[in-house]
Protein backbone atom coordinates (compact mmCIF):
# COMPACT_ATOMS: atom_id res chain seq x y z
CA UNK A 1 0.00 0.00 0.00
CA UNK A 2 0.84 3.61 -0.11
CA UNK A 3 3.39 5.15 2.56
CA UNK A 4 2.91 8.75 3.61
CA UNK A 5 3.28 11.07 0.49
CA UNK A 6 4.25 14.73 0.97
CA UNK A 7 4.12 17.73 -1.84
CA UNK A 8 5.86 19.81 -2.65
CA UNK A 9 9.49 17.45 -2.48
CA UNK A 10 11.14 20.73 -2.67
CA UNK A 11 10.12 24.37 -2.00
CA UNK A 12 12.09 27.79 -2.65
CA UNK A 13 10.40 30.98 -1.26
CA UNK A 14 11.24 34.13 -0.40
CA UNK A 15 11.69 36.24 3.13
CA UNK A 16 8.47 37.24 3.94
CA UNK A 17 5.99 34.61 1.46
CA UNK A 18 4.32 32.23 2.87
CA UNK A 19 4.10 28.80 2.46
CA UNK A 20 1.97 25.46 2.12
CA UNK A 21 3.31 22.14 2.44
CA UNK A 22 1.37 18.85 2.24
CA UNK A 23 0.98 15.41 3.85
CA UNK A 24 -1.20 12.44 2.84
CA UNK A 25 -0.83 10.25 5.60
CA UNK A 26 -1.10 6.18 5.05
CA UNK A 27 -4.75 5.15 5.04
CA UNK A 28 -6.50 4.27 8.24
CA UNK A 29 -3.81 5.99 10.24
CA UNK A 30 -5.80 8.91 12.45
CA UNK A 31 -2.75 10.05 14.34
CA UNK A 32 -0.50 12.73 12.32
CA UNK A 33 2.58 14.22 13.32
CA UNK A 34 4.60 17.30 11.77
CA UNK A 35 8.67 17.27 12.54
CA UNK A 36 11.55 19.51 11.07
CA UNK A 37 15.27 18.79 10.73
CA UNK A 38 17.06 21.76 10.36
CA UNK A 39 20.77 21.46 9.24
CA UNK A 40 23.08 19.86 12.00
CA UNK A 41 20.23 19.39 14.32
CA UNK A 42 18.00 16.72 14.92
CA UNK A 43 14.16 16.18 14.49
CA UNK A 44 11.99 19.19 15.82
CA UNK A 45 8.78 18.03 16.75
CA UNK A 46 5.94 20.54 15.56
CA UNK A 47 2.40 19.25 16.03
CA UNK A 48 0.29 16.21 16.59
CA UNK A 49 -3.52 15.68 14.98
CA UNK A 50 -5.35 12.40 16.61
CA UNK A 51 -8.88 12.34 15.06
CA UNK A 52 -11.41 14.63 15.76
CA UNK A 53 -9.13 15.49 19.09
CA UNK A 54 -7.94 19.12 19.40
CA UNK A 55 -4.52 19.30 18.06
CA UNK A 56 -1.07 19.21 20.18
CA UNK A 57 0.42 22.22 19.28
CA UNK A 58 3.01 22.37 21.15
CA UNK A 59 6.25 22.38 19.59
CA UNK A 60 5.17 25.15 17.09
CA UNK A 61 8.00 27.38 16.91
CA UNK A 62 5.71 30.68 16.70
CA UNK A 63 2.74 32.09 15.72
CA UNK A 64 3.88 32.29 12.17
CA UNK A 65 3.12 28.59 12.22
CA UNK A 66 -0.02 26.69 12.00
CA UNK A 67 -1.39 23.54 10.77
CA UNK A 68 -4.85 22.01 9.84
CA UNK A 69 -6.02 18.27 9.25
CA UNK A 70 -8.94 18.27 6.53
CA UNK A 71 -11.51 15.13 6.81
CA UNK A 72 -9.11 13.23 9.58
CA UNK A 73 -7.09 12.81 6.87
CA UNK A 74 -4.55 15.11 4.62
CA UNK A 75 -2.70 17.58 6.83
CA UNK A 76 -1.79 21.32 5.47
CA UNK A 77 1.38 23.13 7.20
CA UNK A 78 1.38 26.79 6.77
CA UNK A 79 4.38 28.97 7.21
CA UNK A 80 3.60 32.95 6.98
CA UNK A 81 5.71 35.97 6.62
CA UNK A 82 8.87 33.18 6.00
CA UNK A 83 12.30 33.87 7.46
CA UNK A 84 15.57 32.63 6.86
CA UNK A 85 15.63 30.42 9.72
CA UNK A 86 12.77 28.53 8.64
CA UNK A 87 14.91 26.70 5.99
CA UNK A 88 14.65 22.94 7.08
CA UNK A 89 13.17 19.46 5.95
CA UNK A 90 9.78 19.28 7.42
CA UNK A 91 8.75 15.81 7.77
CA UNK A 92 5.29 14.23 8.65
CA UNK A 93 3.99 10.75 9.87
CA UNK A 94 1.85 9.14 10.79
CA UNK A 95 0.63 5.94 12.63
CA UNK A 96 -2.02 4.34 14.37
CA UNK A 97 -5.08 5.53 16.54
CA UNK A 98 -3.04 4.04 19.51
CA UNK A 99 0.40 5.79 19.84
CA UNK A 100 2.30 4.35 22.68
CA UNK A 101 2.36 0.86 20.50
CA UNK A 102 2.42 2.42 16.96
CA UNK A 103 5.12 2.69 15.29
CA UNK A 104 5.35 6.33 12.95
CA UNK A 105 5.60 6.01 9.69
CA UNK A 106 7.39 8.88 7.80
CA UNK A 107 7.20 11.31 4.61
CA UNK A 108 9.75 12.01 2.60
CA UNK A 109 10.18 15.47 3.16
CA UNK A 110 9.44 18.44 2.05
CA UNK A 111 12.96 20.42 1.61
CA UNK A 112 12.30 24.26 2.24
CA UNK A 113 14.90 27.29 1.36
CA UNK A 114 13.82 30.50 2.50
CA UNK A 115 16.23 32.95 0.46
CA UNK B 1 12.48 16.77 29.45
CA UNK B 2 13.58 13.95 27.50
CA UNK B 3 16.83 14.09 26.03
CA UNK B 4 18.68 11.63 23.70
CA UNK B 5 21.67 11.39 23.02
CA UNK B 6 23.47 8.96 19.95
CA UNK B 7 27.07 7.91 20.57
CA UNK B 8 29.36 7.59 18.10
CA UNK B 9 28.34 10.80 15.60
CA UNK B 10 29.95 9.10 13.78
CA UNK B 11 30.87 5.55 12.67
CA UNK B 12 33.31 3.73 9.72
CA UNK B 13 34.00 0.23 9.14
CA UNK B 14 34.75 -2.36 6.51
CA UNK B 15 32.29 -4.64 4.78
CA UNK B 16 31.10 -7.82 6.88
CA UNK B 17 32.28 -6.20 10.38
CA UNK B 18 29.35 -6.60 13.45
CA UNK B 19 28.70 -3.11 14.77
CA UNK B 20 26.80 -1.78 17.63
CA UNK B 21 24.98 2.01 17.64
CA UNK B 22 24.16 3.20 21.26
CA UNK B 23 21.12 5.08 22.04
CA UNK B 24 20.65 7.16 25.92
CA UNK B 25 18.16 9.03 27.37
CA UNK B 26 17.58 10.76 30.21
CA UNK B 27 13.80 9.82 31.48
CA UNK B 28 13.09 6.44 32.20
CA UNK B 29 9.37 6.90 31.80
CA UNK B 30 8.70 5.99 27.93
CA UNK B 31 6.45 3.64 26.43
CA UNK B 32 8.58 2.74 23.17
CA UNK B 33 11.82 3.26 21.12
CA UNK B 34 11.71 3.52 17.82
CA UNK B 35 15.26 2.86 15.55
CA UNK B 36 15.23 4.65 12.38
CA UNK B 37 17.53 5.07 9.46
CA UNK B 38 17.61 8.05 6.98
CA UNK B 39 19.46 7.89 3.66
CA UNK B 40 20.88 11.65 2.37
CA UNK B 41 18.01 13.54 0.90
CA UNK B 42 15.12 10.76 1.69
CA UNK B 43 12.32 10.57 4.84
CA UNK B 44 13.22 7.78 7.99
CA UNK B 45 12.60 4.59 7.46
CA UNK B 46 11.33 2.62 10.70
CA UNK B 47 13.33 -0.25 11.34
CA UNK B 48 12.69 -1.62 14.81
CA UNK B 49 9.77 -0.85 17.29
CA UNK B 50 10.67 -1.86 21.51
CA UNK B 51 7.75 -1.56 23.69
CA UNK B 52 8.92 -0.10 27.16
CA UNK B 53 7.70 -3.92 28.88
CA UNK B 54 10.01 -5.36 25.70
CA UNK B 55 13.97 -6.41 26.01
CA UNK B 56 15.00 -6.69 22.77
CA UNK B 57 13.12 -6.88 18.91
CA UNK B 58 15.44 -8.59 15.85
CA UNK B 59 14.58 -7.66 12.31
CA UNK B 60 17.07 -9.85 9.97
CA UNK B 61 20.39 -8.64 10.54
CA UNK B 62 19.34 -5.94 13.19
CA UNK B 63 19.06 -6.76 16.83
CA UNK B 64 17.86 -3.80 19.25
CA UNK B 65 17.50 -3.86 22.80
CA UNK B 66 16.06 -1.82 25.57
CA UNK B 67 17.41 -1.35 29.14
CA UNK B 68 14.58 1.06 30.71
CA UNK B 69 16.18 1.35 34.14
CA UNK B 70 19.59 2.55 32.69
CA UNK B 71 17.83 4.51 29.81
CA UNK B 72 20.22 2.95 27.40
CA UNK B 73 18.93 0.63 24.10
CA UNK B 74 21.86 -0.55 21.27
CA UNK B 75 21.30 -1.25 18.07
CA UNK B 76 23.38 -3.93 17.05
CA UNK B 77 24.03 -4.69 13.14
CA UNK B 78 25.31 -8.36 12.20
CA UNK B 79 27.43 -8.42 8.81
CA UNK B 80 27.38 -4.92 7.66
CA UNK B 81 26.90 -4.28 3.83
CA UNK B 82 27.59 -0.68 1.85
CA UNK B 83 23.68 -0.94 1.46
CA UNK B 84 23.55 -0.41 5.37
CA UNK B 85 25.38 3.36 4.69
CA UNK B 86 23.23 5.79 6.17
CA UNK B 87 22.28 8.01 9.28
CA UNK B 88 20.35 5.69 12.10
CA UNK B 89 18.04 7.94 14.43
CA UNK B 90 16.55 6.51 17.65
CA UNK B 91 13.91 7.98 19.17
CA UNK B 92 11.44 7.50 22.41
CA UNK B 93 8.25 7.87 23.05
CA UNK B 94 6.89 9.34 25.98
CA UNK B 95 3.50 10.64 27.25
CA UNK B 96 4.01 13.45 25.13
CA UNK B 97 2.18 12.89 22.15
CA UNK B 98 5.88 13.08 20.00
CA UNK B 99 8.87 11.45 19.18
CA UNK B 100 12.28 12.53 20.82
CA UNK B 101 14.99 11.71 18.89
CA UNK B 102 18.72 11.56 19.00
CA UNK B 103 20.73 13.40 15.95
CA UNK B 104 22.07 10.32 14.86
CA UNK B 105 24.83 8.18 14.05
CA UNK B 106 25.94 8.59 10.70
CA UNK B 107 27.36 5.07 9.57
CA UNK B 108 30.28 4.15 6.13
CA UNK B 109 30.57 0.64 5.46
CA UNK B 110 33.43 0.48 3.59
CA UNK B 111 33.35 -2.12 0.76
Known amino acids: GAGVSQSPSNKVTEKGKDVELRCDPISGHTALYWYRQSLGQGLEFLIYFQGNSAPDKSGLPSDRFSAERTGGSVSTLTIQRTQQEDSAVYLCASSLARRELSEQYFGPGTRLTVT | KQEVTQIPAALSVPEGENLVLNCSFTDSAIYNLQWFRQDPGKGLTSLLLIQSSQREQTSGRLNASLDKSSGRSTLYIAASQPGDSATYLC??????????FGTGTRLTVIP
Open chain 2, 91 to 100: AVGTGANNLF
